[in-house]
């Protein structure tokens, strides 16, 4: 998917103008964040899982080759294959060359990120291969042709009625022409339209949720169900996973599970939790013939070993965005690339470079609320913090800022000169608008006071001049 | 654990206390002194250095924090009357000095008696009551840095029920961030607005004629937003309220008279 993260501002403005999605905006921030706190209030050890969660990642990132290497030896000891994909470009390719194996016409695909993450459907459509979105949410984005703007809920910008005009348009050719109002009937007309495309699909694409070393599946949960026809009924089936998924054991899976769900959607668990371990067996009534996996690391290696390491453990819940009141208020668009919020804050510069990424970790106010709700207890606002810092040695920070920091900091190294400052600040301030307690207009100012009064100091000299007098 | 013995206690004012609201110090100096603290200003503090270190400036930080921990050497405590620079003092000066052992040891013996006015009010000096009268129905922000990195929650909700008169109106979403957030709100201001745009409404939900904070930042935010609506909510530091000093033109009012 093509960024447009350097032009974070222009998306912002536009977010913040689009009446349908601060409608659903106002929504989502109301109810997913109320979900998960019920969810993890109605489990006592919620808080210690989220320890557990983030210790098996920890310890799965600080040994990533071996269980890399013991994932590949199980799927090939399945019958199945292992294709490692160093950058984006060659998971497109690897991708491509398996459709093309098979005389592929049509791609069923559930949602995935990573498959965001490499534009393959633009690959695929561009070779004749047309990419089918089973997932509710992606389909309905792919009928837009827009980009997801939430890593679990992609179509959650858009409101019930810009869904049923959407429907109309595209499935009346398929005499589907009444424009429905309710939900569940929407719904069904989807499901409806998609069964067929499953039954025809020639390849089935999943992403995964994780990927188990010790048994060589690789894991998917979904609330539709919309996987399991995905890779069950293709003859081939292709896993597309980040490095990053893989975790040791199906016990590791089991703790993990318990707090995705309820970070995600304050569900106790997905509606469907699926375990894909190799093709089809002799005996086996359905399945694929082939079982594909590819890995792809497109960045994420060089990220092991580095203070950024941290951001490796996420498991793509979404709390974090569904809690930042950043992205509640500007969505996921804004963002520009396939990850927004604030794991895409830190990740989407490591992935698309930060000089056109530089916004995204500074358009955080550090409120933290991010870090507070993270199932594996991901340090996102240092994380944040820590790409400003890159930004700053890079000489990337906008030169005003730098200016202004320089001379803010060569006062408040020298107390008394910043003494002497502050009073005249003070004094100063005071000589224009005090009357009124507050000003409409300061200069230098404009980027508070177009939205806000600026409160004046009060009279009588700042602290340490008082303090001083009254120490007198 | 409480204490009534008096303890040497240093003041960190904070640059925008020093500089635009002075009567928050001096209402955080008459609660520490009325729970038996000596208070100290030190003279060569000036800023925390969040600044700097929100810019990715990490070397103009680490010079800041030395000169914070030279200039709050020896005493028993460190008490500022914000979350925020508390919590820069607490929980981000050590991993500063990472690479210079010396400078880390100071830095945590720093962070071990560093603390935000009301939580070492109510968990370290074990003050229950504070003898303030405010008629009027109050609503509290919790800010970020108090609340996510400190703690501060029940602390300033415990005191104020102890203040006279006063009804505590809780928002919807109090510890939802007011979109302040240092150089953020005039960095992203589009944003920022919306942010203090949302928390304004859930204010004026609440029918509060009063709004509290315990940090002057995010209470000048939320005061210059509330104002430019024309609302008639009155915006004042928590500590001013618990000090007795309510009676004080609130932010970005005009003086009496």
Redesign the interface.
Known sequence: MESTAHAF?AN??HA?ADPNLQDSLAKLKVGFSERRRQAAERLPEFEALRDRARDIKNHTLAHLDFYLEEFERKVIGLGGHVHWAPTAADARRIIAELCQSVNARTVAKSKSMVAEEIALNEHLEALGIAPIETDLGEYIIQLRNEPPSHIIAPAVHLTKDQVADTFLEHHAKLGFDKRLTERNDLVAEARYVLRQKFLDADVGLTGANFLVAETGSSMLVTNEGNADLSNTLPRMHIVLASIEKVIPTLEDAAVLLRVLARSATGQESSAYTTLNTGPKKPGDLDGPDQYHVVLLDNGRSGVLGTEMQDILRCIRCGACMNHC??YG??GGHAYGWVYPGPMGAVLTPQLVGVEEASNLP????????C??VCPVRIPLPKLM?H???????KHL?PKA?RQG?AM??F???R?AL?RRL?AM??RMLALFG?????Y?ALPL?S??T???????????????A???KRKA | MPSTRPRRVALF?T?L???????V??AAVKLLEEAGCSVE?P?????C?Q????????A?TR??AA?VID?FEGYDAVVAPSGSCGGMLSHHYPGLFDDDPAMKVRAENLAGRSYELISFLVDVLGVRNVAARYPGAVTYHDS??GL??LGVKAQPRNLLGSVQGLELREMKTP???C??????????????????G?KSADIAATGADTLLAGDLGCL??M???L??EGSAVRVRHVAEVLAGMGD??A?????HG
């Not at chain 1, 790409?387 to 040695?393: C, I, N, P, T």
């Not at chain 2, 206390?17 to 009567?23: G, K, Q």
């Not at chain 2, 979109?179 to 203090?196: D, L």
């Open positions: 501002k912002v403005d913040l009141p950043v208020a500007v500074n358009a955080s106010t550090f409120c933290g609320r870090e507070s913090r790409w400003r810092e890159r930004e700053f040695e920070t800022v920091l803010w900091s006062v408040a190294r107390p910043y502050t600040a003070n005090r009357a009124d307690g507050r409409q100012a980027g508070w177009r939205f806000r009064d600026f409160p004046a100091p009060q009279p009588g000299g700042t602290f340490h008082r303090w001083a | 004012v640059c206390v020093d500089l635009f609201r002075p009567s110090g001096f200003v003279p060569l503090q000036t800023c250095g600044p700097a270190y929100n810019t990715g400036d990490r103009t010079a800041i000169q200039a970020c840095s996510r990195e510890e939802v961030c979109g302040f957030g240092g150089t953020f709100c005039v960095k992203y201001p589009e944003i920022s607005n919306a942010m203090v949302e000048m935010n005061a210059g937003k104002q430019r004080l033109p932010i970005g009012e005009p003086e």
